[in-house]
């Protein structure tokens, strides 16, 4: 047959599910907006429920068609750029963890709900009721790179937003020869600004890597706390005064 699968863990104070069927069949045994829905009955696959949860936590798993799979309707929505019907996905459940493979078969967009596109995959029939979303990224598409990769700033681009110091000019500086950030500073007043030098001091030290220069050869800003460790001791002299 066909029927939801409410994939809702947490008491919150939400029941669209429950309003939302024509046929009145989610429900919940415990407090009217708080307690946990529960489905009873005769399911028509209208995918209301599917539509309508906030939480994206309910999927309709349809098994009219075939025995060895499943049909399952998933709640999607991060825009069909990237889906290709026909195209294989990985499947996981509720709490992320993966349940195998799927083909999307197709998906559309469900009255009313103009940004939830329900997702229709076939699943192998034994895991349909735990799917509840799909990886939209593998881990081998995420993985950090092996190196960084740096692509050199633009002469330009902005590297001092508060004094418009620009990477053009901290390159012309550490060409012919300047070393430290705190010259660099009196010359250009790149770290001079509001914000304390917290933009800048990563991007020239950046340019310094781009034009080869060892990091063990520039001296670093010279740190100026906003708030910095005094002794009560201090403050009594202070007063003594
Ligand atoms: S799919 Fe439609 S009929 Fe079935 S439980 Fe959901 S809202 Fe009710
Ligand atoms: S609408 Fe979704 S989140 Fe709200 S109670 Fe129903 S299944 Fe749970």
């Known amino acids: 047959g066909v029927f939801p ?54 999927t309709l798993v349809d098994f009219r068609k075939s025995g060895e799979t499943a049909l399952v309707t998933v709640p999607f929505e991060l825009g069909e750029w990237h889906l290709e019907s026909g195209s294989e996905v990985t499947v996981t459940g509720w709490e992320g963890s993966v349940l195998g493979r799927a083909v999307i078969t197709g998906w559309k967009k469900a009255a009313g ?5 329900l997702l229709k995959l076939e699943t192998p029939a034994d895991i ?40 053009g000019d901290i390159r012309r500086h550490l060409r012919s020869g300047v070393r430290d950030m705190n010259h660099l500073k009196a010359i250009t007043r790149a770290g001079f600004g509001a914000c304390g030098g917290k933009t800048c001091t990563s991007l020239i030290e950046r ?18 706390p906003l708030f910095a460790e005094t002794e009560l001791g201090w403050f009594k002299g202070a007063d003594d005064e």
């Not at 881990?139 to 990477?167: G, H, K, M, N, Q």
């Open 128 to 167: 349909a009721c735990r799917v509840a979303g799909v990886r939209i990224q593998e881990p081998e598409d995420i993985a950090p790179l092996s190196e960084p990769l740096e692509v050199p700033l633009p002469d330009d681009a902005i590297v001092c937003r508060c004094e418009r110091v620009s990477a």
């Open 113 to 117: 709900f103009p940004y939830t596109t």
């Open 5 to 58: 699968v409410l994939h809702c863990m947490q008491e919150i104070p939400c029941n669209p599910c429950m309003t939302c069927c024509p046929k009145d069949l989610i429900g919940t045994l415990g407090h009217p907006i708080m307690g946990l829905p529960e489905f009873h009955g005769e399911c028509v696959g209208c995918e209301k429920c599917v539509a309508v949860c906030p939480g994206l936590a309910v």
């Open 207 to 224: 340019i310094c890597r781009e034009e080869g220069i060892p990091a063990g050869e520039v001296t670093a800003f010279t740190d100026r």
